[in-house]
């Protein structure tokens, strides 16, 4: 549908594009008519993902190294001209307890999570600016909310990067330029399947969510299309939980619960 939709002649960037989350928010983007270069380490997995669309022109580098942001960006303008939604989206998970948490997956967890999607958003700023309505859009994990234990580098991360992002709100406002995060739940990925294919654990997460069900990735590239829309000019600074009722501590226990 490029050149029609919500997005009609705009340039996005989207990391982690070749699976889960990011995967589903390029094909959504493309969708409703923006031209997207989709970022992953993994270029046959994303042209797996993407080799049917014409409007996605895939880019393999790793939002980790330290001049990954500066080559995405220059792709980026090179190929369109332009940016006009950044959406960083590529993320690693890895449970480790507190007590055994080493420099390495720290600075792993961090380099992925944090420092590489600030850097990106840092250099995409100068093309943003010039955009009619810059757009940026982080994922971040419900985890900000509610965390549970092996989680700690992770969390921190997240915390980390819905900070970043309150500011890119502040500071970048003045310039046409929005940028929130989505925190998504428990939601059905390449990086989640391993956990919930244990029965006891899927039925844990459903008893905890208002939905009784955990999430689509779809579902969040939905929330990313309507914070990536030239519409959507006056929400900013915010931190947007998808995640199906999850954050609000479901307790169906208490009086006049309904068990149907």
């Known amino acids: 549908m490029s050149g029609a939709g919500r997005l009609a002649g705009r340039a996005a960037i989207v990391t982690g594009a070749s699976s889960g989350m990011g995967r ?13 270069l989709a970022v992953s380490r993994d270029a046959d997995a994303l042209a797996a993902a993407h080799g049917g669309r014409a409007a996605v022109i895939p880019f393999a580098a790793d939002v980790a190294a330290p001049d990954a942001a500066g080559k995405i960006v220059d792709a980026a303008t090179g190929a369109f001209d332009g940016i006009d939604i950044l959406v960083n989206a590529a993320g690693l998970f890895e449970m480790v307890p507190v007590e055994r948490i080493d420099r390495d997956h720290w600075d792993r967890t961090f380099a992925t999570n944090v420092t590489g999607p600030a850097r990106l ?7 943003l600016k010039r955009s009619a309505a810059g757009r940026i859009v982080n994922i971040g994990s ?15 991360s997240k915390h980390a990067l819905t900070g970043f992002t309150l500011n890119l709100a502040v500071e970048l406002g003045p310039h046409g330029i929005t940028a929130n995060i989505v925190q998504p739940g ?17 039925a844990y997460f459903e008893s905890k969510t208002a939905m009784r069900r955990i999430g689509q990735a779809d579902e969040i590239a939905h929330a990313a299309l309507y914070l990536a829309d030239p519409h959507a000019g006056y929400t900013t600074g915010q931190i947007i939980h998808v995640d199906g009722g999850y954050s609000v501590g479901v307790n169906d226990t208490g009086l006049g619960a309904d068990h149907g």
């Not at 428990?186 to 899927?202: K, S, Y």
């Open 121 to 127: 958003c840092v250099e995409a700023i100068p093309a």
């Open 142 to 156: 419900v985890c900000v909310r509610l965390t549970q234990a092996g989680m700690g580098a992770y969390n921190a």
């Open 24 to 36: 589903a928010i390029a094909a959504l983007f493309a969708d409703e008519g923006a031209r997207v």
């Open 186 to 202: 428990t939601i059905l990925t390449g990086m989640t399947r391993p956990i919930v294919q244990d029965p006891a654990i899927l």
